[in-house]
Nanobody, 127 residues
């Protein structure tokens, strides 16, 4: 069983940067695709970025392409989301998640494919 804990959220000015981290416990972390999602009040959770177990494939929402970068360090059981050129519309609670299946070379944007979720970390972009 994988457990996830996010950190790194906070308040940042427009144009600024933040790096989110998601620390995982559990022996199968390195075998699972990982994703970052975000949610604002009254809205559905949205896919932001994902990375396959090997790090070989990544996928991004159109709204963050070119600004956000997902990466992982399987030796440290950690996945990261580097967020640059932040905009007020990036304000949300960010969640990391692990897929229910092991292996694979495809990053799903469907939250139903992800079985384990962290508690979330708030990111606020405001001047």
């Amino acid at each position: 069983q994988v457990q996830l804990v996010e950190s790194g959220g906070g308040l940042v000015q427009p144009g600024g940067s933040l790096r989110l981290s998601c620390a995982a416990s559990g022996r199968t972390f390195s075998s699972r695709t990982m994703g970052w999602f975000r949610q604002t009040p009254g809205q559905e959770r949205q896919f932001v970025a994902g990375i396959t177990w090997s790090g070989g494939n990544t996928r991004y929402a159109d709204s963050v392409k070119g600004r956000f970068t997902i990466s992982r360090d399987n030796a440290k059981n950690t996945v990261y989301l580097q967020m640059n050129s932040l905009k007020p519309e990036d304000t949300a609670v960010y969640y990391c998640a692990a897929t229910r299946t092991i292996g694979g070379s495809y990053v799903s944007t469907d939250e139903n494919e992800y079985s384990t979720w962290g508690q979330g970390t708030q990111v606020t972009v405001s001047s």
